[in-house]
């Protein structure tokens, strides 16, 4: 079946440095979405990107869709304490959506 | 309009009991999906439900299983409940069957002793 891989696993940064998280599929997607999940919270939705090659700002947030849609990435510049959380990508395979690992973003002041 | 409801919150079972979680979705949504989430293996797709028929099944046993009502309300049970079926239970409602974007409960937190 479908596998969705994310690295890295763990970034810590500084507050103000950029952080990246990227996304690989083992199959070419129909769509993918971002989920951030603060922690002791639920994931939540930020975005779903569907064309090849698709790129999509959130004011620091910058996302974007591969042009073989099988991998995808999220940018935050220069990061600020409220970006801490997990990111997660999914991709949705036969009716269902399949979620990567998550990338734990942490912050330091 | 209110988000994604999820009873109880935090719970606490023995080995061997079964447990039963409940749902309700964003009202108009139709399509209630169920994840297993625990630290070493992500956030895991139980089952999704559509029109109160199961359209998608994950890799977990038997001992899951659930329904979804009339009213799109859905309830998951877990039976013989083992110490590896602690985890935070997660409800996701969507206007589409599948794909579309996901609204998450803020979750079940089920500890097995």
């Known amino acids: 079946g479908q596998q969705v891989m994310q690295i890295p696993q763990y970034q810590h940064v500084q507050e103000g440095e950029d952080f990246t998280t990227y996304c690989n599929s083992s199959?070419?997607?129909?769509?993918i979405q971002w989920y951030k999940q603060r922690p002791g919270g639920h994931p939540v939705f930020l975005i779903q990107l569907v064309k090849s090659g698709e790129v999509k700002k959130q004011k620091r947030l910058t996302f974007q869709f591969g042009e073989a849609k099988k991998n995808s990435s999220l940018h935050i510049t220069a990061t600020q304490t409220t970006d801490v959380g997990t990111y997660f990508c999914?991709?949705?395979?036969?009716?269902?959506?399949?979620f990567g690992d998550g990338t734990t973003l942490t912050v330091k002041p | 309009k209110a988000g994604v409801t999820q009873t109880p919150r935090y719970l606490i079972k023995t080995r061997g009991q079964q447990v039963t979680l409940s749902c309700s979705p964003i009202s108009g949504h139709r399509s209630v999906s169920w994840y297993q989430q625990t630290p070493g293996q992500g956030l895991q797709f139980l089952f999704e439900y559509f029109s109160e028929t199961q359209r998608n099944k994950g890799n977990f046993p038997g001992r899951f299983s659930g329904r979804q009502f009339s009213n799109s309300r859905s309830e998951m049970n877990v039976s013989t409940l083992e110490l590896g079926d602690s985890a935070l239970y997660l409800c996701a409602s969507s206007l589409a069957q599948g794909t579309g974007e996901l609204f998450f409960g803020e979750g079940s937190r089920l500890t097995v002793l």
């Open positions: 999914a991709g949705p395979e036969a009716g269902k959506s399949t």
């Open positions: 199959t070419t997607l129909s769509n």
